[in-house]
């Protein structure tokens, strides 16, 4: 079966840039995640989905980002515009509901010049 | 927000020893999560534990959930050079389900052979 799908892999952009992030949950799994890591601060949980309604953005840092989930496959993260602290890696990851286990994507590594 | 201690940040040992690594907090956690993540990847789960005092094996790793949930650790025996990656913990806080993880910055773990 395949895993959390997240794309793109590498992403350099430019200060002021928008950037879009996309991930692709596993079949099944009614619960997706948004996370960042970075050696600061580690993994943090910016927002999640239960069947794609978002049900906690608290983690979410400021209005620049956004997330959506418009259907049960597919969603996406956008900074705009994105500044060079927004570097860090982003992982997506899913889950099926009571199960408490978070399967995470390979990441996308961000860096903001 | 409860916050995760984790010890060592680094270790770096020859094959064959045994190591301890802990995951200390000031809160208490329904259950207690242990990753593993290899460089560019995301994070994978090794186990959950969820009862104080609850000792967990897989193969050469055990695990121990503190009695008051307060702290874990993951004990490493006749380490390989296949164990090397970042250790995470993540504690799921009382009453708020799976979906409210905090994660620890991690144990960087260099198995040298």
């Known amino acids: 079966d395949a895993g959390v799908i997240q794309s793109p892999r590498h992403e350099v952009t430019e200060m002021g840039q928008e950037v879009t992030l996309r991930c692709k949950p596993i079949?099944?799994?009614?619960?997706l995640f948004w996370y960042r890591q970075t050696m600061m601060r580690g993994l943090e949980l910016l927002i999640y989905?239960?069947?794609?309604?978002?049900?906690?953005d608290s983690g979410m840092p400021e209005d620049r980002f956004s997330a959506k989930m418009p259907n049960a496959s597919f969603s996406n993260l956008k900074i705009q515009p994105s500044e060079p602290r927004d570097s860090a890696v982003y992982f997506c990851?899913?889950?099926?509901?009571?199960?408490?286990?978070?399967?995470f994507g390979e990441g996308s590594r961000l860096t903001v010049l | 927000t409860q916050l995760l201690e984790q010890s060592p940040q680094f270790l770096s040992i020859q094959e064959g020893e045994n190591l301890t690594v802990y995951c200390n907090s000031s809160?208490?956690?329904?259950?207690l999560q242990w990753y593993r993540q290899e460089p560019g990847e995301g994070p994978v789960l090794l186990v959950t534990?969820?009862?104080?005092?609850e000792v967990k094996k897989l193969k050469r790793l055990t695990f121990q959930f503190g009695d008051a949930r307060k702290d874990s650790s993951l004990h490493i025996t006749a380490a390989q050079p296949g164990d090397t990656g970042l250790y995470l913990c993540?504690?799921?806080?009382?009453?708020?389900?799976?979906?409210?993880?905090?994660f620890g910055k991690g144990t960087k773990l260099s198995v040298i052979p």
């Open positions: 990851a899913s889950d099926s509901g009571g199960a408490g286990e978070l399967f």
């Open positions: 079949s099944g799994h009614d619960y």
């Open positions: 989905f239960n069947n794609n309604v978002p049900i906690d």
């Open positions: 809160s208490v956690f329904s259950s």
């Open positions: 534990v969820v009862t104080g005092g």
């Open positions: 993540a504690g799921a806080q009382p009453g708020a389900g799976s979906y409210q993880l905090t």
